[in-house]
């Protein structure tokens, strides 16, 4: 198997990043003597011949779109090359792994996915039968491998060029963007997050030169722009910070993005004159809703006292906050949904959204920290083990429809590529009119002035 080849690793999806679920485990295969072929299907074709050449086929699922995409791709490559070894490895893997195994997959690998998959590799090699530790087959239900990485700096030359993949957009330029991670895992248990049920609270910190090397080979290579991709940048926030000065100093034009929780950024708020001064562009950070009641149920930690804050410091630093939002849960109203969008309407702040966050709709996937609430008998409905996630219905209607048709509009605006202040009334129009009222979109517009584009990557964000 070690043969150019033989080993065929596929991405299908990384939010428009160079595919860093490949590049870390080309790594780890190439110090062990393999010559894996790595594929990202997001940009590039894969042929047949690749496929039926294929021994074994591991296929990147860090999220439900790869993982709808990448289920897809082993049907075809189960159809090509029936007796191809398929393990899907990532976050959503193992959370999915019972239907998968029956319908498609050989084996699959949740969280620190490269070493079990070079084992099973190896065990496939030499022709052994016996369980693999944190391999889940139908044979053998593993819990999702959680333990310390020996990290490598990862291996990128295979892959496409950084042209192929999203830029920042900083007002009318663009510049080539990279990707790393810092840590893996997260140490919150946020209730709807699908990491939860995978790493159950613990986080990894990935050694700051490799960090370091993987930023100077991406750089060297054209990016101008790093996004931190962990959960929480700041899970350790003396490691992160080491890390973006460092950056810094070898790179002082280089920027970044990261994503940390609101209640980091207020803890640690002395922290942001240095992020800043080390070259920040913006911060991601998971606010999902300014619904109290919400933020509640989902366990996050933070108020919307706690969301205005944020946003007031983050302005006053000079790093824009761009939230990411989960509008669509049995707890959201469409008053709140009104609420929200008149809050980022009235403070100026439509830019900082990217308009498909305005249709979120909660997932639950198997294994969910949510199907444990006592209430949730009351809008919860059967496992639809072919979409990935169990069904659930909103308590008021209407609320269902109008995610319906929040989410066809704001797809059609970014295959458009229509103008985000006009999208969000739009947006604003559907929600009033669930209430019977009428909205003027021109008129909204109008009053709220010409947009500005504020720092952010080319492709919107999707789970």
């Given at each position: 198997m070690r043969a150019s080849g033989h080993i065929l690793l596929i991405s299908c999806y990384e939010l428009g990043h160079q595919p860093f679920h490949l590049a870390s485990l080309l790594a780890m295969l190439e110090e062990a003597g393999y010559r894996p072929m790595a594929v990202d299907t997001a940009v590039d074709e894969l042929s047949d011949e690749v496929i039926q050449q294929a021994r074994f086929v591991g296929i990147s699922v860090p999220m439900h779109t790869a993982l709808r995409l990448g289920t897809q791709l082993a049907q075809r490559v189960r159809s090509i090359n029936p007796d191809a070894h398929i393990c899907f490895y990532g976050l959503?893997?193992?959370?999915?792994?019972?239907?998968?195994l029956k319908e498609t997959i050989d084996a699959a690998i949740g969280g620190e996915y490269e070493v079990p998959l070079l084992h099973l590799i190896a065990a496939l090699e030499q022709g052994e039968q016996k369980p693999v530790a944190g391999v889940y087959t139908a044979q053998q239900k593993s819990e999702a491998w959680v333990q310390r990485t020996p990290f490598r700096v990862p291996v990128r030359q295979q892959l496409p060029d950084l042209q192929q993949y999203a830029r920042l957009q900083w007002g009318d330029k663009l510049w080539l963007a990279g990707y790393t991670e810092a840590t893996r895992g997260c140490k919150h248990t946020c209730l709807h997050c699908p990491i939860t049920p995978v790493y159950n609270g613990r986080f990894f910190a990935v050694p700051i030169e490799i960090v370091l090397a993987?930023?100077?080979?991406?750089?060297?290579?054209?990016a101008q722009h790093i996004t931190f991709g962990d959960p929480d940048f700041w899970n350790g926030p003396t490691h992160a910070l080491r890390i973006v000065q460092a950056m810094h100093r070898e790179f002082p034009t280089v920027t970044f993005d990261?994503?940390?929780k609101i209640e980091h950024l207020l803890k640690h708020r002395h922290l942001l004159p240095i992020m800043k001064d080390a070259g920040c562009a913006f911060i991601v950070s998971a606010v999902e809703s300014l619904n109290d009641t919400v933020?509640?149920?989902l366990d996050k930690g933070h108020t919307q006292a706690d969301i205005i804050e944020v946003f007031d410091l983050l302005a006053e630093v000079g790093i824009v906050l761009r939230p990411s939002l989960?509008?669509?849960?049995p707890w959201e109203t469409l008053g709140s949904y009104l609420q929200m969008l008149t809050f980022f309407a009235q403070r100026h702040l439509i830019e900082?959204?990217?308009a498909v966050h305005l249709s979120i709709r909660l997932l639950i996937p198997p294994g969910s920290a949510l199907l444990a609430l006592p209430e949730s008998h009351a809008w919860l409905d059967d496992l639809d083990a072919a979409a990935y996630t169990y069904r659930w219905h909103h308590p008021d209607p209407r609320m269902d429809r109008l995610q319906a048709q929040i989410a066809a509009l704001v797809e059609?605006?970014?295959?458009?590529?229509?103008d985000t202040v006009e999208t969000f009334f739009q947006v604003m129009a559907l929600a009033y009119a669930a209430l019977g009222h009428d909205f003027s979109v021109a008129d909204a517009q109008a009053d709220y002035g010409p947009g500005k584009v504020l720092p952010h990557l080319t492709e919107s964000w999707f789970c």
């Open positions: 959503y893997a193992l959370l999915n792994a019972e239907y998968l993987d930023i100077r080979a991406q750089v060297a290579r054209g990261a994503t940390i933020l509640r149920h989960l509008p669509f849960t900082h959204l990217d059609t605006a970014e295959q458009t590529k229509a």
